[in-house]
C-alpha cells in the first residue's frame, strides 16, 4: 500500500503545480498585455513632445541602441 500511497501523492503534487503553472502563465499574458499597452502610451506622449518642440529637436527618453550618447534631449 505504500507504493501506491506514494503515486497518488506524485499525481497530487503533479496537478497542483500543473494548476500553478496555468495561473502563472494566465499572470504572465495579462502582464504582457499591459506593457503593451503602457508602450503605446509612452509612444503617443513621446510624439506629443516632440510635435510641440519649437527647436526641431528630437527627444530621446534612452540612449540609441549604438551609442551612449544623448543628444538630442
Known sequence: MSALGDIMDGLRTVMGL???VETLGA???KLSQELRDLDRRLVRVETIIEVTR????TLRIAPPPDGPGREGI
Open 54 to 57: 519649437t527647436d526641431g529637436a
Open 18 to 20: 500543473t494548476a500553478k
Open 27 to 29: 499572470s504572465t499574458e
